[in-house]
C-alpha cells in the first residue's frame, strides 16, 4: 500500500531542512576555521614585526655604543696628544733656560 502524501511530504521537508542544517553548520565551521587561521596569521606577522624591530633596535644600539667608544677612544688620544706637546713645550723651555744660564755664567 502507498504511503499517504502527508507523511511522505512531512519527511521529504524533514529531510530538507537537516540538510539546510547541516549546511549551515559546515559553513559555519568552515568561516571559523578561516578566522582562525586568519588571526594566526596576524599574529605571525606581529611577532615577524615584533622581532625585527627588536632587531632594529639592537643594530641602533650597538651602533651607538660603538659610536661612544669610538669618540673615547679619540678624546683620549687628543688629550695624550696634548699632554705630549705640553711635556715637549716644557723640555723646551727648560733646555732654552739652561742654554740662558750657561750664557749669563761665561
Do not use: G, I, N, S
Request: net charge positive; glycine share 0%.
Amino acid at each position: 500500500m502507498a504511503k499517504p502524501v502527508k507523511e511522505v511530504d512531512k519527511k521529504r521537508t524533514e529531510k530538507k531542512e537537516e540538510e539546510e542544517e547541516e549546511e549551515e553548520e559546515e559553513e559555519e565551521e568552515e568561516e571559523e576555521e578561516e578566522e582562525e587561521e586568519e588571526e594566526e596569521e596576524e599574529k605571525k606577522d606581529e611577532e615577524k614585526k615584533e622581532k625585527k624591530k627588536k632587531k632594529k633596535e639592537k643594530k641602533k644600539k650597538k651602533k651607538k655604543k660603538k659610536k661612544k667608544k669610538k669618540k673615547r677612544k679619540k678624546k683620549k688620544k687628543k688629550k695624550k696628544k696634548k699632554k705630549k706637546k705640553k711635556k715637549k713645550k716644557k723640555k723646551k723651555k727648560k733646555k732654552k733656560k739652561k742654554k740662558k744660564e750657561k750664557k749669563l755664567r761665561k
